[in-house]
């Protein structure tokens, strides 16, 4: 969807949410001449924060292009700001669920109709102790298959600085610096025409990953490690399944 198309419902949640995030954040967006200006693309972003789908939404949107979240159901269900969502073209993901194939369908009809579907591949915050990227579900590299679009890596830094969840802490402050980084589009092509089976989209689901975590190393100027995978603790499949 371009923004030249925006409805009220749209225009009112910029109107909401971009000047308080002019406020509270220092602003380091690079890469933006990766994101296409037009055509249907799936861009898949780590998730370090409660605070950076409102910092990445706000890149994309200055990138020129409207963000549709692929996003919990539970967040879809919070009074008036739920309803906010579905008016703004979000998707909600109810996973485990036979609803979940209505999310991908959603999607992938996004994605067709010249949108920018926005993904967190780990499908929840990460739980690395230092943010790195998690090993990812595989709903991107479905995505992938059913459109053919290209799969773009954002990479979010700093929004820990907003709220931090592994010590839940909260900060006022204005001016807490961020960087949103766009590298170039993944290489799947090894996959074109590929079939949807386990195999294949586990093997996606780690290049799309490894994509991902190789740029955060390269933002924070480190050595990545390797992709990191949460202990099976009762705990963690909870969360897993929330």
Not at 80 to 97: D, M, N, S
Not at 107 to 116: D, I, L, N, Q, W
Request: aromatic content about 8%.
């Amino acid at each position: 969807m371009a923004r030249r198309k925006l409805g009220f419902w749209s225009r009112f949640a910029v109107a909401l949410v971009k000047p308080p995030m002019l406020v509270m954040t220092k602003r380091d967006w690079r890469g933006m001449e990766n994101i296409p200006a037009e055509g249907g693309i799936i861009l898949v972003v780590n998730h370090t924060s409660h605070a950076d789908p409102f910092v990445v939404a706000h890149y994309i949107y200055d990138s020129g292009r409207w963000p549709q979240f692929l996003g919990k159901i539970g967040v879809f269900r919070i009074p008036i700001a739920g309803k906010i969502l579905y008016w703004c073209h979000q998707i909600p993901v109810e996973r485990g669920t036979i609803d979940a194939v209505k999310a991908l369908n959603a999607a992938v009809e996004a994605v067709r109709g010249g949108g920018a579907a926005v993904i967190y591949p780990e499908g929840t915050i990460t739980r690395e102790p230092d943010l790195w990227p998690m090993r990812g579900k595989t709903g991107a590299a479905r995505l992938r298959l059913l459109t053919g679009a290209p799969v773009i890596p954002i990479v979010a830094e700093g929004c820990e600085n907003l709220f931090d969840p592994r010590t839940k802490k909260v900060s006022l402050k204005p001016r807490r610096p961020v960087t949103v980084v766009t590298g170039k589009p993944l290489d799947l092509s090894r996959w074109d025409g590929a079939e949807a089976n386990a195999a294949t989209l586990h093997e996606m689901t780690e290049a799309i990953m490894l994509g991902l975590r190789d740029l955060v190393a390269e933002v924070r100027q480190e050595t990545p490690p390797p992709l990191w995978t949460p202990s099976a603790q009762p705990n963690d499949e909870k969360a897993e399944q929330a």
